[in-house]
């Protein structure tokens, strides 16, 4: 099992930005798909960004063109750039593999608050 924490979150302007981590407590080289999580208050997790070993991306249509996952191996670490912030990306974000996600195995999350 790898532990995963996720760090970065805050309370930012709308407009603003933010870059969020997550840092595995083993390598991630053998781990093909990496994702970020979100859930707003009252509302259900949703998935809104994936990586795969290769690079690959993808995103939920809602935050496309405005976040960036990436990752880098060396470190051990998945990472969420979120640029030009709305309020109805309030939310507390997770990372997580599609396997403990389905086991619903979370970390504690980071908050992100986009507020004026």
């Known amino acids: 099992q790898v532990q995963l924490v996720e760090s970065g979150g805050g309370l930012v302007q709308p407009g603003g930005s933010l870059r969020l981590s997550c840092a595995a407590s083993?390598?991630?080289?053998?781990?093909?798909?990496m994702r970020w999580y979100r859930q707003a208050p009252g509302k259900q997790r949703e998935l809104i960004a994936t990586?795969?070993?290769?690079?690959?991306?993808t995103y939920v249509d809602s935050v496309k063109g405005r976040f960036t996952i990436s990752r880098d191996s060396a470190k051990n670490t998945v990472y969420l750039q979120m640029n030009s912030l709305r309020p109805e990306d309030t939310a507390v974000y997770y990372c997580n593999t599609p396997f403990w996600a389905s086991q619903d195995s979370w970390g504690q999350g980071t908050q992100v608050t986009v507020s004026s």
């Open positions: 990586i795969t070993s290769g690079g690959y991306t």
């Open positions: 083993r390598s991630i080289s053998t781990i093909n798909i």
